[in-house]
T-cell receptor, first 111, second 113 residues
């Protein structure tokens, strides 16, 4: 059974700082997704990582995937308040089975 | 505009009263699925469908039914809702190519009293 663990689950940081959210998963997969969710809202797709070594960047967010280590990271550079949200990683289980989600990282960025 | 539309968005119902949450997508996607989101648990998959008339159980299927009679629609049916099915429900769709973006609906807040 695929398990997905995110760390930390809660993060409070100051604007301008850098930080990394980690996503570990337990079985082989070469597809990983990152989503953002604002309170009471749907999930917004941030990144789709499709292969070992994949790195994608959008603004202050950068995601990477190491399939051998079964690890993905979401790095935040020079955080701003607008990035406050809950971030989920989700791992593709293969076939048509869909995604297994981590429990989410609740990120608060304080001015 | 690519959309996954769920209805109702908000519902309070009573134990045992059958209800259906509809989901419709306008992207001609083959894959559709239902998730529930509970505090501290993330999202868990309820059912998924690879195409018309093809459905299968996800991680937490108990108490739910689905059907896929048309490609665009994937309703979630609670035959006899119970309070432990109080949750936020999301429908999702994607194309058959694995690795494409998976689109989520706006969510349906369901309370069973």
């Amino acid at each position: 059974e695929l398990k997905v663990e995110q760390n930390p689950l809660f993060l409070s940081m100051q604007e301008g700082k850098n930080y990394t959210i980690y996503c570990n998963y337990s079985t082989t997969s070469d597809r990983l997704y990152w989503y953002r969710q604002d309170p009471g809202k749907s999930l917004e797709s941030l990144f789709v990582l499709l292969s070992n070594g994949a790195v994608k960047q959008e603004g202050r967010l950068m995601a990477s995937l190491d399939t051998k280590a079964r690890l993905s990271t979401l790095h935040i550079t020079a955080a701003v308040h607008d990035l406050s949200a809950t971030y989920f990683c989700a791992v593709d289980r293969g076939g048509a089975d869909g995604l297994t989600f981590g429990k989410g990282t609740h990120l608060i960025i304080q001015p | 505009e690519a959309q996954v539309t769920q209805n109702p968005r908000y519902l309070i119902t009573v134990t045992g009263k059958k209800l259906t949450v509809t989901c419709s997508q306008n992207m001609n996607h083959e894959y559709m699925s239902w998730y529930r989101q509970d505090p501290g648990l993330g999202l868990r998959q309820i059912y998924y469908s690879m195409n018309v008339e093809v459905t299968d159980k996800g991680d937490v299927p108990e108490g739910y039914k689905v059907s896929r009679k048309e490609k665009r629609n994937f309703p979630l049916i609670l035959e006899s809702p119970s309070p432990n099915q109080t949750s936020l429900y999301f429908c999702a769709s994607s194309s058959a190519y694995r690795g494409n973006t998976i689109y989520f609906g706006e969510g349906s807040w369901l309370t069973v009293v």
